[in-house]
């Protein structure tokens, strides 16, 4: 089996890794014995110590989470990356690198519910104007939607098992 990228991607409390995290479980739970291996861009960030959301430093962190991916790819059946990346020019190189391997999941929300959720306090930091640069709410990087094929999951009208059921079926 060829190793599987499933690369979450959309705006900051859509559901990337709560649906990434329901995914992985559900491949444990098959008792395959998957290799699997799950990249979150705020852990892949932190760790790499790149906390700033310019426009070049999305690229390079987008472009280091791809070289991850390329020089871990043979020890993993899959790999689940959920990470905002907002420019579609990042995904296109993923999308190019990994060809048939490669699977896009578009997980959105629109943005006055994820203001509700707002699990990070992102959203109140960005109304207080005390965070200037939430992607695709007031920043200047506006998230960019893909322009091939990729499985769009609308987490304000899925449930977590409508959109893992959605998700499985299109990865196998």
């Not at 426009?55 to 959920?82: G, R």
């Amino acid at each position: 089996m060829k190793t599987k990228i499933i690369w979450f991607t959309g705006l900051s409390g859509s559901g990337k890794t709560t649906l990434s995290n329901q995914l992985y479980n559900y491949l444990k739970k098959k008792d395959s014995g998957f290799r699997i291996k799950v990249l979150d861009g705020d852990k892949f960030r932190k760790k790499n110590k790149k906390n700033f959301f310019s426009k070049k430093s999305i690229i390079k962190n987008n472009l280091e989470i791809i070289n991850h991916i390329s020089t871990t790819i043979k020890k993993y059946d899959f790999i689940l990356v959920s990470v905002i990346a907002p420019l579609l020019k990042t995904r296109k190189i993923a999308k190019k690198k990994f060809k048939e391997n490669y699977y896009e999941i578009n997980v959105r929300c629109p943005v006055d519910v994820l203001i509700l959720r707002d699990t990070k306090n992102l959203y109140k930091l960005a109304l207080a104007k005390k965070l200037k640069n939430l992607i695709g709410f007031n920043s200047y990087i506006k998230y960019e939607k893909s322009d091939y094929k990729v499985l769009t999951i609308k987490t304000n009208i899925l449930s977590k098992k409508k959109s893992l059921d959605k998700i499985i079926n299109y990865i196998f």
